[in-house]
C-alpha cells in the first residue's frame, strides 16, 4: 500500500464529490442513506456564497481518504468584524484513519486561511483532537432546561402561531439581528442568504404574530428524536415568546410526552430572565428542599477541547480587526489613561496606544511600554471574553493601571453563537 502524504485539493468531479458526500453522510446524518448524500451534494451548490473550491479533498493515488468544507464568514464582535473561515464536515474514510489525512486537511485549512486573509478558522469539534492543530476553547453552549407543566400553567396569549415561508425572511432576520446580532459569534447574514434558509429548512421554523400581525418572535425547534429541543428562539416581548413555548409544549401527546422541554439560549439573555421570572411548577407538594428544586434549570456545556474551537491564523489581522470594537468598548467605559500595551504572541508583535480616550495600532512600541506575551491559543480565548487575562498568562509585569484597561477592553463573556449559524 503506498503510503506517500496525502494531497488535498478541491474536488473536481462528480465523483469525487459524491465520494466526499457519502463520507459526510455517514458521519454526521441521523439517516444516513445515498439518497441523503446526493440531497446534501445536489443543494451545497445552490448556497449564496458557495465556491467550490472551499470543498476540499484529501486523495491519495486519486482515491478520496476524507475532506472538509471551509466557508468564509464575517464573525461580528460589537463594532468590529473578523474575517474567519468556518470548518464544518469534516471526515476521514474508515480505511484511512491514522494515516495523517487529518493532519494533511488541518494544514491544508491554515494555508487556505492564510492565503483568503482569514483571521481565525473556527469549527465545532470532537472530543480530545483538534487542540493538537493549535485549537482551543472558546465558547461553551448555554441552555434552560423547562419543566413541561410550568409552560402548560400559563394562560394563553393572545398571539397567533403558523409555520414560517420566504417570505418572512425580513422579519425573522430582524428578530435574528436584535436578539443575537450584539454577541461575539454571530455572523453577518445577508436577507438573501435567510430566505434561503427558509426556503430549504429541514428543520421547521415557526412564527409568532402580534394581535396588530406582526411577526415579534420565532421558533427553530428539533425534529424526531430531538423533537423536546427549541434549538433557537427569539422573542420581542414576553406574549410572544410564552405562545412559542406553549407550541412547542403541545406538539407532543400525553403519552410520550418529555417531562422537560431544553432552550439554547444566553443565560445573561432578556428572555431567559422572562422565562426565570414567570414560569412557576404547579404542584410542589413533592418538593424535599425548595432551594434545591427548580421549573427553570440553567445549564452550561463543559468539556475540554470539546465543542466550540478557534486557531489563530493571522495575529496582525485579528489585533488591527478588533480595534474597532477596542474603541467602543473604552469610549463607553469613559475610562482616561495613556500608556503602550506591547502583545507579542508567537514571535510577533502589536503595540495598542492608548491617549486619554483613544485607541491605535502600532508595529513598533516605546522604551515605556508594557509588556503582554501570550499563546495563540491563549489570544483567542481573551478576544472571545471565555476567560479572564489572569488566567491565561503572567500580569506581574503590568500596572494597577494597565490591568484594569485590559479588563474594560477584553472583558468575559460577550461570546454566543445562534443555532442557525452553526457549521
Not at 487556505?112 to 492543530?133: E, Q, S, W
Not at 506581574?396 to 477592553?409: G, K, P
Not at 477584553?410 to 449559524?421: A, E
Request: proline letters at 6%; a negative charge.
Amino acid at each position: 500500500m503506498s503510503t506517500h502524504p496525502p494531497v488535498v485539493r478541491p474536488f473536481n468531479s462528480t465523483a469525487e464529490y459524491s465520494a466526499y458526500y457519502r463520507l459526510a453522510t455517514t458521519a454526521f446524518s441521523s439517516n444516513p442513506s445515498e439518497e441523503e448524500a446526493q440531497r446534501w451534494q445536489n443543494e451545497a451548490p445552490q448556497r449564496p456564497g458557495f465556491h467550490a473550491e472551499r470543498v476540499r479533498g484529501a486523495f491519495r493515488d486519486d482515491q478520496v481518504l476524507g475532506g472538509y468544507i471551509v466557508s468564509d464568514r464575517a464573525l461580528r464582535m460589537g463594532a468590529a468584524r473578523l474575517s474567519i473561515g468556518a470548518i464544518g464536515a469534516v471526515v476521514t474514510a474508515p480505511e484511512a484513519r491514522k494515516q495523517g489525512v487529518a493532519r494533511a486537511l488541518m494544514q491544508d485549512a491554515l494555508t487556505f486561511a492564510r492565503d483568503n486573509n482569514h483571521a481565525l478558522l473556527l469549527l465545532d469539534g470532537i472530543p480530545n483532537f483538534y487542540f493538537r492543530y493549535g485549537y482551543t476553547d472558546m465558547f461553551d453552549v448555554t441552555a434552560l432546561d423547562i419543566d413541561r407543566s410550568a409552560i402548560l400553567a400559563q394562560p394563553p396569549t393572545h398571539y397567533q402561531i403558523r409555520p414560517a415561508t420566504v417570505n418572512d425572511a425580513f422579519a425573522i432576520l430582524a428578530l435574528y439581528e436584535r436578539h443575537f446580532g450584539n454577541y461575539t459569534g454571530s455572523f453577518e447574514r445577508s436577507l438573501e442568504l435567510q430566505a434561503y434558509d427558509l426556503l430549504h429548512q429541514q428543520k421547521p421554523r415557526i412564527v409568532a404574530i402580534s394581535p396588530l400581525g406582526n411577526i415579534e418572535g420565532y421558533l427553530l425547534h428539533g425534529t424526531d428524536d430531538e423533537m423536546a429541543q427549541g434549538r433557537e428562539v427569539a422573542a420581542d416581548n414576553w406574549d410572544a415568546l410564552l405562545a412559542l413555548l406553549h407550541y412547542h409544549a403541545h406538539l407532543f401527546s400525553e403519552e410520550s410526552a418529555p417531562t422537560t422541554l431544553l432552550y439554547f439560549l444566553p443565560l445573561e439573555a432578556p428572555m431567559t430572565h422572562w422565562i426565570i421570572d414567570t414560569l412557576t411548577v404547579p404542584d410542589t407538594l413533592q418538593w424535599h428542599s425548595p432551594a434545591q428544586e427548580w421549573g427553570v434549570r440553567s445549564l452550561a456545556y463543559h468539556h475540554h477541547f470539546t465543542g466550540w474551537m478557534g486557531c489563530l491564523t493571522n495575529f496582525p489581522l485579528l489585533m488591527a480587526s478588533i480595534v474597532p470594537e477596542l474603541q467602543a468598548r473604552w469610549q463607553r467605559s469613559l475610562a482616561q489613561w495613556s500608556g503602550e500595551i506591547v502583545f507579542t504572541v508567537a514571535g510577533q508583535t502589536r503595540v495598542l496606544h492608548i491617549d486619554g480616550a483613544h485607541i491605535q495600532l502600532f508595529e513598533e512600541s516605546t522604551a515605556h511600554s508594557y509588556k503582554l506575551e501570550l499563546s495563540p491559543q491563549a489570544l483567542v480565548q481573551l478576544v472571545f471574553g471565555y476567560r479572564p487575562l489572569s488566567q491565561l498568562t503572567t500580569t506581574e509585569y503590568l500596572s494597577d493601571q494597565a490591568r484594569w484597561a485590559l479588563a474594560i477592553l477584553f472583558p468575559v463573556g460577550h461570546t454566543w453563537i445562534p443555532r442557525s449559524d452553526w457549521f
